[in-house]
């Protein structure tokens, strides 16, 4: 397990340096001079002009800045802004936010996802089986951000259930709406993936024999069959996890949510490639290090799963 | 040690089959019935006329019989008659010099105009029926290229394995790593991108980002098939690996490929619609629903269904391509059809 562990985290490293080298080089390949995006425009000296430049090593080739970004990872120093803000600083007040977002949006789409998808499975072909069925389907083929205008004009603006946009300390509360808008879809997912699964699981030899035995219909559905059911779902929330902190790139927008997707979208557009490549190096160690989990989340669902 | 850095649907369900110990490493073509279980007046009684139904042949007429299927090719053949034609559909020509009157702007509906009018004044059932070239353009020519350049590389990956298979694994990790949309807004803004800002700039940019997913889901399957007996029998026949690599275990890939393609077509016109709505993708002065919705989206409180039209016709557009990847995967594979 240990091994195997190390040889995961291992392979984390290629893949962290080759995604953030990927972003490095597209942003630096970015037009607008940020120095004139920082001067806003002005006229400035050659001599400011030249210590700006030092100051971001704007003025050193591309596999040096590079090189004294990753330098700098490795002290945990982000490096500064463009306006002169510590990025690790302002990436410590967003990424909270983002977190708890997706944390609710993972959990509302897996608990959600597995009542659902268990209960279609379980009656496939029933009406619930099909309503869940069309549901998810137009679900999927709805763009996140209209369904996200959609639920911000219905349930915000029209009912006046919650709050139509979050307010800057962004509590559980408020997040519940753009949490929903942004899992909707993977929900969609987890409903159909879990229902195919417990379709496959529920004529197996184990769920007989545990039904022949006497136990309830409940323990056979929540330990036997559910249980064998997960390993798909498992995957897919943990493979999802990174996904929800890119489609957060939209959800925070509409909903004003001050978290990483809001903060990642003005970087990129101002061009502040220290900014980019570090929230992005965190989506990437997210990314990578949830589906560690879940690969650990195998062993613990199916014994039969080892790692030497 | 499972493999799980991409996330696909099938392969956890692939995986929970194996366990199962429910699918067979090679692929059976003649189901022979157990003696036991099966009279023997039965057994004898199997036809033997007429030549066994290839695959295709066999998943085609599974196919005309499927409602889902019908309903679906309908719905994509209207929308690829109504990118073809726009004209046939509306007397309006939305790029026409009177096609926008701002004495209109934001009325409701009236006979000639069912949609209403935009803040602009502009006939909104106009620009829905000739915004949707922009968006099947995009749709179908990322497909295209994902196909061709994914399927190559994890084919090639797949079949000869070694180093060439290796940097391909590091190289999809990298990109499955970046989501699709965080990459393509960055790549948007590169100034080859953002100065020629155009149907085929979007389609560059989702097919840089959507080959990856193509290549593992290739390689997965041409490995399934690259050990087959019948490809043994062609190499031994003389065949050279590539060849029976493009003859016979490319064919024999091809299902996988076919319905992902299918359901991504429909991602893809989602992702352009969301790169426009932020700002990053088609320039403005192309018509295509992700605009629209995107400039409905400011007149939200006074004029809601300005926004609903063009997402109506994305999202039924989106859907038929996901009913038509679901209603295919369904017939190529013959387990599901018999009814799990």
Redesign the interface.
Known sequence: MLS?MLKRIA?LI??FI??TL??YF??F???GNPIEALSGGKPMSDATRAALEAQYNLDKPFWVQYGLYLKNLLTFDLGTSFSGQEVSAMLGRAFPVTARLAILALLIEGIFGIIFGVIAGMRKGKWFDSTILIAS??V???????LG??LQ?VVG?KLDLVKPTVSGSATWGELFLPALVLGLVSLA?VV??TR??V???KS?DFVRTATAKGLSRRRVITVHILR??L???V??L???L??L???A??TE?IFNVPGVGHL??QA??K?ETPT?VAV?GV??IV??VA?LV??ML?ALL?P??R?A | ??E????N?E???Q???V??GKVSKYKIDHYVAPLEETPLQAVDSVKETGKPLSMWAEAWRSLRKQPLFIISAIMILAVIVVAAFPQLFTSIDPNGQNACQLEYSNEPGRPGHIMGFNLQGCDVYARVIYGTRASLLVGVFTTLIVVILGGALGALAGFYGGWIDAILA??G??F???????GA???M???AF?ENRSVWTVIVTLAIFGWPQLARITRGAVIEARDADYVKASRALGLSKFKSLVKHVLPNSLAPIIVVATVNL?VYI?AE??LS??GVGLPGEVMSWGND?SLA?QQ??SN?MM?MWP?LF???T??SF??LGDAVRDALDPKARKG?
């Open positions: 195997f392979q290629p893949v080759g995604a990927l972003v597209l942003v390949a970015t037009p389907l137009i999927i083929a709805v763009p996140t951000f209209v205008f959609v004009f603006v997912y159909r993936l195919t699964s379709i496959e699981n197996a064998n059911s390993i798909p779902v995957t897919f943990g493979a999802d990174g996904g902190m890119g489609g790139i939209v927008g990642l979208y990129i557009q061009g980019v992005v989506l990437v990314f990578v589906n879940v690969d195998y199916d039969r799963i790692y | 040690m499972p799980n850095q991409n996330f649907p392969d956890g369900l995986m929970s089959k366990r199962a590091r190289l990790d990298i499955f790593a970046l989501p699709l949309i965080l807004i960055i790549v803004q590169l100034p953002r429909g989602v619609a969301t709505f932020l919705i989206q939200l409180r809601p926004l997402a994305l999202s039924v989106v859907l996901i009913m799990a």
